[in-house]
């Protein structure tokens, strides 16, 4: 088996690692749709189990990958696959074709399941439930080692609170504050900070759709920008195009704050990491 470990630093430093060919060791493989799904696991797994994550490029559409031989295998030989669910990563779940396959699927683990939209790595609370899911199911699978992987889950939640800690705050020092978002990417992320989005429905599905928005969608957005009608954009820097990068734009010279937000994890980032600089640049655009 040859594999390439990569450095992914949750409290202490973890390992994800990508493998090719056959299982030579006792350890737990899991495979993850995504990296962001893949680091969480790792916080977990630590040193007793293996994690793959399938999409690490920046560059790639969970919504319209299509799994390789080589990731069906891969899925195929896991011991657990952990996946985001809610027709995001379809792909993954699609590739799960045995009953008996462990798997955790984050979409069916959020606290509100009245709340259908399917970015929730962006709900700490869900993660947070995706951690224990987690958790258990490598207990299960390694025995020996369960309260290691409880433990690490705990120290992960822990780490959590943090974010929630500044999400909170923002909710209570800025209650409603107004926003606009490119799409519906960072929704659990306003809805924690108690932030106003103003987008236009019609304007945000059709760009998560990959479609034009309607003209009159358009200028209803663009007048929430130039009318200063709003504190903050949240932009998706991996979905850019001509309308929204038009936005970004109009927001500057209104002097309407950018908050940057992406869909896989930045480089040289852990999970915690990331959503603690998510949640303190939307604080401080509140602010």
């Known amino acids: 088996m040859k594999c390439a470990g990569i450095a992914v630093g949750v409290a202490t430093a973890l390992t994800v690692?990508?493998?090719?060919?056959?299982?030579?060791?006792?350890?737990?493989?899991i495979v993850a749709s995504t990296n962001v799904w893949g680091t969480i696991a790792a916080a977990i797994a630590g040193p007793d189990a293996t994690v793959r994550s399938l999409i690490a490029d920046p560059a790639a559409d969970p919504h319209s990958h299509e799994t390789s031989a080589v990731e069906s295998a891969e899925i195929s030989d896991a011991d657990l696959v952990v996946y985001n669910g809610g027709g995001y990563d379809e792909f993954a779940e699609?590739?799960?074709?045995?009953?008996?396959?462990?798997t955790v699927d984050a979409f069916e683990s959020r606290i509100d399941k009245s709340d259908e939209n399917?970015?929730?790595?962006y709900d700490v609370r869900t993660v947070g439930v995706v951690a224990d899911r987690i958790a258990a199911q490598l207990g299960e699978l390694d025995p020996n080692k369960s309260a290691a992987y409880a433990e690490r889950a705990m120290a992960f939640k822990n780490q959590l609170t943090a974010i929630t800690a500044i999400t909170a705050a923002a909710a209570a020092e800025h209650p409603r504050t107004p926003v606009l978002q490119t799409e519906p990417l960072a929704h659990y992320l306003l809805?924690?900070?108690?932030?106003?989005?103003?987008?236009?429905?019609e304007f945000q599905e059709a760009i998560e759709q990959e479609t034009d928005p309607a003209p009159t969608a358009v200028a209803t957005t663009r007048d929430l920008l130039t009318g200063k009608r709003v504190r903050a954009l949240v932009y998706n820097v991996?979905?850019?195009?001509?309308?929204?990068?038009?936005?970004r734009a109009t927001a500057q010279s209104a002097g309407i704050t950018v908050v940057e937000v992406t869909e896989t994890l930045p480089d040289r980032l852990d999970?915690?990491?990331?959503?603690?600089g998510n949640a303190q640049a939307l604080a401080a655009a509140l602010n």
Do not use: F
């Not at 809805?191 to 987008?199: F, N, P």
């Not at 999970?271 to 603690?276: H, N």
């Open 238 to 247: 991996q979905t850019q195009d001509k309308i929204t990068k038009d936005l």
């Open 118 to 121: 399917e970015h929730v790595w």
């Open 17 to 29: 690692t990508a493998c090719e060919g056959s299982k030579d060791s006792d350890q737990p493989i």
């Open 271 to 276: 999970y915690i990491q990331w959503q603690t």
């Open 191 to 201: 809805v924690a900070a108690g932030a106003e989005d103003l987008t236009p429905h």
């Open 94 to 102: 699609k590739a799960v074709t045995s009953k008996d396959k462990r």
